[in-house]
């Protein structure tokens, strides 16, 4: 074909045709880039902000007193810095709520995407994420208020005091509720419809096709749900100060008030620590763990969502 029949099509590889730039395109890149910094960013200064306190802290207490403790009281006289209670009562509330957020919250999500007409899920979801925009102060005192009276009621051979881990524990749950079931429906969603044809064609009913099918299939997606859940309720401030109180006491026992990690760097940092003070560098040390705990099951929620995904065509 000569040279002046040959014909171009703009945009394609090879056009001899121009082409215009696409400003637009670049905007939206450098917005989502500066976005993606921003979070980076974030994290970066968090560590920087935790480093050098926690570093001063360490320099005038032991690695060894600090985890080898279980007596809690920088603000006393003498100190003691045991970490220990912070993180059981902050393990044992973390415990509760996954034990009332995961069956509830998985349990809703199958039911979203397996049960639910797309009229259902349209009314119904919006309203369960909802949830999540609760104010934590309001879950706290309805804790405090309603939840600790009505166990007392209801169980009164718990002996429960008036601020307790289970009542923190229960209502943290709740909150967090909404993760869980949001991010798991949306995993079981993209579950391709083949997989649930060829499980009814094999003659199983819809309970067993979510249950063995669609639920592991979306597994990855599950599993990262609830460790972004476990992340937020050990990360819990409001609901745990005033549903669960600030005593660090070591126990076991939910019924007893205790402090969790982020209730007491509330605490410390109302005002009850003079700036400089050991006990206020407490603050940035007990900060720094629960970074890198949060830190850690972010992490293994990563891993686990790349060994577990499922790729489909």
């Known amino acids: 074909m000569s040279a002046q029949h040959r014909t171009t099509v703009p945009g394609a590889p090879g056009s001899l045709a121009r082409s215009r730039p696409r400003y637009g395109e670049f905007v939206v890149k450098a917005v989502l880039l500066a976005a993606a910094m921003v979070s980076v960013a974030t994290t970066i200064g968090i560590v920087i902000a935790l480093l050098e306190p926690t570093v001063e802290f360490f320099a005038a207490v032991s690695i060894g007193e600090f ?17 220990w209670p912070l993180i059981v009562a902050t393990l044992e509330i973390t415990l509760i709520a996954i034990v009332v957020a995961v069956p509830l919250g998985l349990a809703a ?3 979203l995407s397996e049960y639910a007409s797309r009229r259902t899920r349209k009314i ?3 309203v369960l ?3 999540a925009g609760i104010p934590t102060v309001v879950f706290g005192f309805f804790a405090l208020t309603f939840v600790t009276p009505l166990l007392r009621d209801v169980l009164p051979f718990l002996d429960l005091d008036g601020k307790n881990a289970l009542a923190a524990g229960l ?3 709740v909150m967090i509720i909404p993760i869980v079931a949001s991010l798991s429906e949306d995993s079981m969603a993209a579950v391709p419809n083949g997989l649930r044809e060829g499980s009814y064609a094999l003659g199983a009913s819809k309970m067993l096709t979510s249950v063995r099918v669609v639920v592991p299939a979306a597994f990855s997606g599950i599993v990262a749900a ?3 859940a476990i992340s937020r309720a050990a990360g819990e401030t409001m609901i745990v100060a005033i549903a669960g109180g600030f005593k660090s006491v070591f126990t076991l026992y939910p019924g007893n008030e205790m402090a969790t990690m982020a209730a007491f760097i509330a605490q410390a940092g109302s005002g009850d620590a003079s700036v400089g003070s050991i006990a206020y560098k407490t ?7 629960l970074f890198v705990i949060t830190f850690a099951m972010n992490y293994l929620s990563a891993r686990m969502v ?5 790729v489909y065509d």
């Open 124 to 126: 119904f979801k919006p």
């Open 306 to 310: 790349q060994k577990y995904r499922e």
């Open 171 to 173: 209502l943290v749950g």
């Open 67 to 83: 985890f080898g403790s279980t007596n809690w009281g920088p603000l006393f006289n003498p100190p003691s810095f045991g970490v």
């Open 226 to 228: 609830v460790i972004l």
């Open 129 to 131: 994420e909802v949830l």
């Open 283 to 289: 603050i940035f040390a007990v900060g720094s763990l």
């Open 109 to 111: 999500a199958i039911y």
